[in-house]
């Protein structure tokens, strides 16, 4: 199973950044899929999951400024972030699940700060 993110990096506050997250065929075409993400020393926290059908559930203050989309042609999750803010500093998981499984990718870096 792999689950592959990429895309964080620095960015100053206002601006945006988009991660992907590309997985197996066969695991992208039959989960739900999510992001999630970690300070350090906090538990890791829900930002937005995605449904088969790619309709999109997210966490209440995140809404607005974050999207999660979903290519099923390529196998590929994303997640477009706007009007960054330092307190989004955090590592980005991807997250495949369903019935009885729940995978998740090595996570990728996301700094806001000027």
């Known amino acids: 199973v792999q689950l592959q993110a990429s895309g964080g990096g620095l960015v100053q506050p206002g601006g945006s950044l988009r991660l992907s997250c590309s997985a197996s065929r066969d695991l992208f075409s039959k989960s739900r899929m999510a992001w999630y993400r970690q300070v350090p020393g906090e538990q890791r926290r829900l930002v937005a999951t995605?449904?088969?059908?790619?309709?999109?559930h997210y966490a209440d203050s995140l809404e607005g400024r974050f999207s999660i989309t979903r290519d099923n042609a390529k196998s590929t999750l994303y997640l477009q972030m706007n009007n960054l803010k330092p307190e989004d500093t955090a590592v980005y998981f991807c997250?495949?699940?369903?019935?009885?499984?729940?995978?998740w990718g090595q996570g990728t870096l996301v700094t806001v700060s000027s």
């Open positions: 995605t449904a088969l059908n790619g309709n999109p």
């Open positions: 997250n495949a699940y369903g019935f009885q499984y729940d995978y």
